[in-house]
């Protein structure tokens, strides 16, 4: 009998699709005949399995005496009854009560030497229902099936163990020996002679399968895997666990892995190790070569992508990998040219050359009839191709671009996207191929993509500008996606008025507010209001005041108030020039933090004091882009390409792309951990924190790193420490700082140390201290690093009883007048810098040239002094002899901050310079300038 669901078309009924749980409970009462119907019994737990699966819920009761029930049919012989029996015993063992009286039957099933095909099984059902509590009782019986001789039962106890470690590591460490030993085994005979009986009840082809599965050294995989689980964290274990199974690395018959899986994971395990230790990168590399010429093909892509993704890796060291993809590009195996594009696809986006000696077998699979294969061949050819292969590929990539799916008609635009600002003389090509797939059907993500690089254009390439405003246009005519329409007419309202023809683009844009819903409508009203104010020709003014004062009859209170506002900017070109010509604002995240912990504390005392505005920093509109495209959620694209070029097994080892935390990002997140610290919390708002600061090198074996945070009267050390020792526990970690000038004024007040460091958990040490009233004084601290040392055993992590104390020299920390400064954006700074003339101080001053090789060191040197924002694109010099750099911030008390650096360079002598600040306080500005003067 087939159990497989049947077409709905041909008539034949699923024999599933009247299960109920009532029934299948009260035909339980089978499993309690003397005579067991094994048809019945196994057709029956079929449909338990079943329901679980769709997630029917059985409560606890009708759990547990279901599974007694179920345990009945131990009686029985069959064994494919008692395979099934086994899962529904899985199943139900995580509701049911009293779960563990069944442990014995499944022991005796285990030990039988005479029905060994379900051996494997029943070692999963007994770790599963088995309390971590009670491992040790079947200690003995789990590490020798890791050594079975019996390629599926070693199989089965090393997953089962895989997946007690995380529960009992102590008590699976101590296996180690039984799964090195399991790694090591030739398992190849033992399965063959059991398995076949049951394979030919179920396959014609039973002699293919018992082949496969007889040759298949499975189990080395899996105690590969575990054997990494137990060791990963100590490094050199690692380490040497990947020279241990890897032998010499050349050719098949290296080491004593013959599992392609488990090289494969051995794979990923010396990119680890290569990771950890870049002195092994060489070694490494032997290595991986080695494995390009390894008998299996899996082995090959997987050594082949492991080489294309190393850093720093030079041409000649691609070569061997590349030549391997290169042949499996014409395999007659789609899986293998899937596999070799798709490496080569992501080595184009770094290395084009290097990939570029593929293009003719490339070319070949355009036409491939596996179209996610051509997706990726014409995505590459378009990232290593040149100019004058351009409108081909464009040809063909439309031929199929209405066959393949959104996920990689992304990819598709993406690539085009990346080759519009490559080759800007082709943009007419382009941009004709994606306004006729922006009418294509798609979801919000293709669309989206489209839209995006059609942006790009905009604003890199203007020539083509004019047609890509026009293809926009017509897109907002028919688009069923909200947030699309609005970012399109937010360009239409920046770009347009810049426009020769400004006119035609109001048309598309009052049809919005005619025909959309009321969030389309804000924005067309947005858009049109900057036609009004940035057009000169008073025609199209008066036009813009006719349609605005429309809008104020809307039916939505934000249309009618944006058309208001847009009204009175018209009027008035002083409010219109400070509405829409300033790029600066408030940065978002610290003004929302700061308001929350202002209304709570005003709830508990009342709002006596006004909120202090000055406290949250200013930023560009770029900078607030920035931060919202990096802490937006993952685009599709981007996810779509992780997805499909995962690698082919999981495992702990692969390495994580973590994302850098923006600067306010890292700012909040300070500023929330600061407040969770009551002594801290006491000192108000954090003003400022600085880049992490390294007192130690990063390889040695106490990693120490320092952030100084700000406070309006108070200073706070935080030091962030790791300990990098397996066989080390430091406990009671103290910092010992000592102010090289006493008489600064800073007032030490209290420390927060650590506890403890264990191996590889981080520890934070903080050390607090007062500064004058009236001074911000900068000093040098010598520092000394004391705990007492615990040795551990490495294997177990337990620490002795007795410890010792020690200590630990770090690098010094200075207080700089950088730390009293927070940057900050101006968007007009000529106008600023002229109103707080009287705060001026200016003094011409010198860097040497060991110090100012160029204009640009000199930028980054007085940058980095000072801790103030540079303006204007002006951190770039693009004379390599005259220069000004001019900077804005918000020193500890409020003011504002603005400076002025004209710059010469001579190659002789250096950077001579001409450095004005000014601010609301001339002494303020006197502190700036004494920074580097």
Not at 343 to 371: G, H
Request: contains cysteine; negative net charge.
């Amino acid at each position: 009998m087939s159990y497989m669901k049947r077409d709905e078309d041909s008539g034949e009924v699923n024999i599933f699709s009247q299960i109920n749980k009532t029934t299948v409970l009260q035909e339980a009462r089978v499993f309690n005949d003397s005579s067991i119907n094994v048809r019945r019994c196994r057709i029956l737990l079929t449909k338990i399995i079943y329901l679980l699966s769709l997630g029917e819920p059985f409560n606890t009761q009708e759990a547990t005496d279901l599974f007694f029930n179920v345990i009945k049919l131990f009686q029985s012989k069959d064994t494919s009854l008692r395979q099934m029996m086994y899962l529904v015993i899985k199943e139900l063992s995580g509701i049911a009560q009293d779960v563990i009286m069944v442990t014995q039957s499944l022991i005796k099933d285990i030990q039988s030497k005479q029905e060994t095909i379900y051996r494997a099984n029943a070692i999963r059902a007994l770790c599963l229902i088995t309390d971590p509590s009670m491992i040790q009782g079947i200690e003995r019986i789990i590490k020798a099936s890791i050594v079975d001789k019996n390629p599926s039962v070693s199989a089965a106890a090393l997953v089962s163990a895989y997946h007690l470690f995380g529960s009992s590591k102590d008590i699976v460490r101590r296996w180690a020996t039984e799964v090195q030993e399991a790694a090591h085994a030739k398992q190849s005979s033992g399965f063959a002679s059991v398995a076949s009986s049951y394979i030919s009840s179920f396959s014609s082809s039973a002699s293919q399968n018992q082949a496969v599965i007889s040759t298949s050294n499975i189990a080395q995989y899996h105690a590969i895997g575990l054997l990494y689980l137990i060791r990963q964290q100590d490094r050199m274990a690692v380490a040497k666990l990947v020279q241990t199974f890897s032998g010499t690395g050349r050719g098949s018959n290296s080491g004593t892995l013959k599992n392609p899986a488990a090289v494969c994971i051995l794979i990923r395990y010396a990119c680890k190790v290569m990771e950890d230790d870049p002195s092994s990168v060489r070694r490494i590399y032997e290595l991986l070569e080695g494995f390009l010429r390894h008998k299996s093909d899996m082995v090959n892509l997987e050594a082949a992508r492991a080489i294309c993704e190393m850093k720093d890796v030079t041409a000649k060291e691609l070569y061997p990998a590349i030549s391997v993809l290169q042949l499996f590009l014409s395999s007659p195996k789609p899986t293998l040219r899937f596999a070799a594009i798709r490496i080569l696809n992501t080595l184009a986006l770094s290395k084009p050359t290097a990939v570029s000696p593929c293009n003719l077998d490339i070319e070949n699979l355009v036409s491939d009839q596996n179209r996610s294969i051509a997706t990726f061949a014409i995505t590459t050819l378009l990232k290593t191709g040149n100019e004058a292969s351009v409108d081909r590929l464009m040809k063909q990539i439309s031929s199929f671009m209405g066959e393949i799916s959104d996920e990689f008609k992304v990819i598709v635009v993406e690539a085009i996207r990346s080759l519009c600002m490559k080759f800007p003389n082709k943009h007419a090509v382009m941009l004709s191929f994606l306004s006729s797939v922006l009418r294509d059907e798609g979801g919000y993500e293709f669309k989206k993509a489209v839209v995006e690089a059609i942006f790009d254009m905009v604003r890199h390439i203007p020539e083509s500008k004019d047609a890509a405003l026009s293809c926009l246009c017509e897109f907002i005519e028919d688009c069923e996606f909200t947030k699309l329409s609005v970012r399109v007419l937010h360009l239409l309202g920046r770009e347009g008025p810049k426009t020769p023809t400004p006119t035609k683009y109001i048309r598309y844009i009052y049809n919005r507010v005619i025909l959309e819903n009321s969030i389309i409508r804000g924005a067309a009203v947005s858009a049109l209001s900057k036609f009004g104010i940035n057009c000169p020709d008073d025609h199209v003014k008066q036009s813009v005041k006719i349609l605005l004062a429309r809008c104020q009859d809307d039916v939505d209170d934000e249309v009618r108030d944006r058309a208001t506002l847009a009204l009175e900017m018209l009027k008035n070109e002083d409010l219109a020039k400070r509405y829409s010509t300033n790029d600066s604002t408030y940065a978002l995240p610290t003004l929302e933090r700061e308001l929350v912990e202002y209304v709570n504390l005003g709830s508990k005392t009342g709002l006596a004091k006004a909120f202090n505005l000055n406290s949250i920093p200013i930023i560009s509109k770029t900078q607030e882009e920035e931060e919202r495209r990096r802490n937006r959620p993952q685009d599709l694209s981007t996810a779509t390409l992780a997805a499909i070029s995962s690698p082919l097994l999981s495992s702990n080892a692969s390495p994580k792309v973590e994302q850098k935390p923006s600067q306010l990002d890292q700012q909040a997140a300070y500023a929330d951990a600061l407040k969770a610290i009551p002594e801290i919390a006491a000192f108000g708002p954090l003003f400022k924190s600085s880049n992490k600061i390294d007192v130690t090198e990063s390889e040695t074996e106490y990693i120490i790193q320092c952030i100084k945070h700000t406070f309006a009267k108070h200073i706070v050390f935080q030091f962030d420490c790791l300990n990098t020792l397996n066989d080390q526990l430091l406990e009671n970690v103290e910092m010992m700082m000592q102010m090289d000038d006493e008489e600064s004024g800073l007032v030490r007040l209290f420390e927060i140390p650590a506890p403890k460091l264990e191996y590889n958990v981080p520890g934070h040490i903080y050390i607090a201290y007062e500064r004058p009233e009236d001074d911000f004084p900068i000093a040098s601290f010598t520092n000394t690093l004391k705990f007492i040392i615990k040795d551990c055993d490495p294997t177990t992590g337990e620490p002795d009883e007795e410890g010792y104390e020690d200590e630990y020299q770090v690098e010094e920390i200075e207080l700089l007048t950088s730390d009293y400064i927070r940057p900050n954006y101006v968007s007009n700074f000529e106008e600023e810098f002229e109103a707080l003339a009287e705060g001026e101080v200016i003094e011409t001053l010198a860097l040497d040239k060991e110090k100012a090789p160029s204009l640009q060191a000199a930028c980054t040197a007085i940058i980095e002094l000072l801790g103030l924002q540079p303006l204007e694109d002006s951190s770039l010099p693009r004379n390599p002899n005259v220069h000004t750099l001019i900077m804005s911030g918000t020193f500890l008390t409020g003011e504002k901050i603005l400076v002025r650096c004209r710059m010469t360079f001579n190659s002789s002598t250096g950077v001579a310079f001409e450095m004005a600040v000014r601010s609301e306080d001339p002494v303020i500005s006197q502190i700036v300038l004494s920074t580097i003067a």
